[in-house]
């Protein structure tokens, strides 16, 4: 249904590079488009860029695995009754994936704990702000 193999491809790139370059270095790599957004690199404005950059492809990943592990049967079964591409994405794809897409929504949260505590590098509190003081620091 509407592939677009170009788009996706593209997509596919981007996706795979974001999410193979570890957080740390992300975080340093988009302090200027970080004060363009933002105007500071610091504290939790600072933050925020980075932790969406990282943490989108991450669970736009887990998504398109839960979409397609849903039977191809479902899919056919939805086109022969004669629905339209909308209705197959909201009643036959999603309820289907929605058990999926849940538990990448927690993975992607628990891994969004993990991004903040490496964001206190940057002086973006928590977590990781308490282990550069009380750790590093001291």
Known sequence: MLEQKALYGVL?????????VPFVILLIVMIPFTVIVTDTSLGVAGAIPPLVV???PFFARLVETALREVD????DA?????????????NALLPEAMPAIIAATTVTAITLVSYTA??????GGG??????RYGYQR
């Open 118 to 123: 490496m964001s206190g590098l940057i002086g």
């Open 12 to 20: 596919s790139l981007l996706v795979n590079i974001l999410r193979s």
């Open 72 to 75: 191809r049967s479902i899919i």
């Open 78 to 90: 939805t086109q022969a009754m004669g629905a339209t591409t909308r209705q197959i994405v909201i």
């Open 54 to 56: 990282g943490a989108t």
């Open 127 to 132: 977590l990781g702000d308490l282990a550069v």
